[in-house]
Protein backbone atom coordinates (compact mmCIF):
# COMPACT_ATOMS: atom_id res chain seq x y z
CA UNK A 1 0.00 0.00 0.00
CA UNK A 2 1.23 2.66 -0.87
CA UNK A 3 1.29 6.45 1.24
CA UNK A 4 -1.25 8.30 -0.63
CA UNK A 5 -3.76 5.30 -0.79
CA UNK A 6 -7.09 5.78 0.15
CA UNK A 7 -7.91 4.46 3.84
CA UNK A 8 -11.10 2.86 4.60
CA UNK A 9 -14.01 5.82 5.48
CA UNK A 10 -16.09 3.51 6.98
CA UNK A 11 -14.55 4.83 10.47
CA UNK A 12 -14.57 7.81 11.12
CA UNK A 13 -11.05 10.05 12.45
CA UNK A 14 -13.10 10.73 15.76
CA UNK A 15 -14.03 7.04 16.52
CA UNK A 16 -10.24 5.91 15.69
CA UNK A 17 -8.58 8.73 17.63
CA UNK A 18 -11.38 7.60 20.61
CA UNK A 19 -10.64 3.79 20.31
CA UNK A 20 -7.04 4.47 20.54
CA UNK A 21 -7.06 7.63 23.28
CA UNK A 22 -8.92 4.53 25.48
CA UNK A 23 -6.58 1.90 24.71
CA UNK A 24 -4.04 3.85 25.80
CA UNK A 25 -5.52 5.21 29.28
CA UNK A 26 -6.66 1.95 30.45
CA UNK A 27 -2.98 0.52 29.30
CA UNK A 28 -2.10 3.61 32.04
CA UNK A 29 -4.61 2.32 34.67
CA UNK A 30 -3.32 -1.11 33.95
CA UNK A 31 0.33 -0.36 34.79
CA UNK A 32 -1.11 2.21 37.53
CA UNK A 33 -2.86 -0.59 39.25
CA UNK A 34 -6.06 1.58 38.74
CA UNK A 35 -4.37 4.63 40.59
CA UNK A 36 -5.64 7.47 38.55
CA UNK A 37 -3.56 10.18 39.68
CA UNK A 38 -0.66 7.81 38.34
CA UNK A 39 -2.10 7.11 35.35
CA UNK A 40 -2.80 10.74 34.66
CA UNK A 41 1.09 11.73 35.19
CA UNK A 42 2.23 8.66 32.85
CA UNK A 43 -0.09 9.97 30.08
CA UNK A 44 1.12 13.59 31.04
CA UNK A 45 -2.14 14.44 32.31
CA UNK A 46 -3.81 16.52 34.95
CA UNK A 47 -6.02 13.87 36.91
CA UNK A 48 -9.33 16.20 36.31
CA UNK A 49 -8.10 16.01 32.52
CA UNK A 50 -7.94 12.38 33.06
CA UNK A 51 -11.30 11.98 34.45
CA UNK A 52 -12.91 14.23 32.12
CA UNK A 53 -11.58 11.99 28.92
CA UNK A 54 -12.54 8.93 30.59
CA UNK A 55 -16.05 10.36 31.43
CA UNK A 56 -16.54 11.11 27.98
CA UNK A 57 -15.06 8.34 26.60
CA UNK A 58 -17.47 5.75 28.68
CA UNK A 59 -14.69 4.52 30.91
CA UNK A 60 -15.76 4.75 34.61
CA UNK A 61 -13.68 3.77 37.75
CA UNK A 62 -14.24 0.35 39.38
CA UNK A 63 -16.99 0.58 42.29
CA UNK A 64 -15.65 0.77 45.32
CA UNK A 65 -15.94 -3.04 46.74
CA UNK A 66 -18.95 -3.25 49.39
CA UNK A 67 -18.19 -4.60 52.46
CA UNK A 68 -20.04 -8.28 52.60
CA UNK A 69 -23.35 -8.21 55.21
CA UNK A 70 -22.96 -10.20 57.92
CA UNK A 71 -25.45 -13.40 57.53
CA UNK A 72 -27.94 -13.65 60.11
Same mark, same amino acid.
Given at each position: ????????????????????????????????? !??? =? @???????? /???????????? !??? =? @???????? /???
Amino acid at each position: MHEHEAVDTSTSLKSLVDAYERQLIQSALTAAA !GNQ =R @RAAAALGL /LPTTLHEKMKRL !GLR =R @RPEPRPQQ /LAS
